[in-house]
């Protein structure tokens, strides 16, 4: 078992930053990769900015080069950022925090950000 704790949503005007936070503690040593999903009234869920155990980045195509993901370790948790720069009023969604410990996902419970014009 993986809890997911997030936080660091909030409102922002276009052009500002904001940096989200995942805390994952229980059975982290397991877990394969993590990362940040977004979804959008009356849109689907979809992915943001993955990190795999090995460190590897994988970003979607509208937020490559504006947000970076990173991960770091403590002695029994590890929280991974998402730092968003350069928001868009398109980036507004509420933002899902995961944890894959194949074949189980875990989520956060969501953290809203909104994009001002």
């Known amino acids: 078992q993986v809890q997911l704790v997030e936080s660091g949503g909030g409102l922002v005007q276009a052009g500002g930053s904001l940096r989200l936070s995942c805390a994952a503690s229980?059975?982290?040593?397991?877990?394969?990769?993590m990362g940040w999903y977004r979804q959008a009234p009356g849109a689907e869920r979809e992915l943001v900015a993955t990190?795999?155990?090995?460190?590897?980045?994988?970003?979607a195509g509208s937020v490559k080069g504006r947000f970076t993901i990173s991960r770091e370790y403590a002695k029994n948790t590890v929280t991974v950022y998402l730092q968003m720069n350069s928001l868009k009023p398109e980036d507004t969604a509420v933002y899902y925090c995961?944890?894959?410990?194949?074949?189980?996902?875990?989520w956060g419970q969501g953290t809203q950000v909104t994009v001002s014009s």
């Open positions: 990190i795999t155990r090995g460190a590897t980045r994988n970003y």
């Open positions: 229980g059975s982290i040593f397991s877990i394969n990769a």
């Open positions: 995961n944890a894959n410990d194949t074949p189980y996902d875990y």
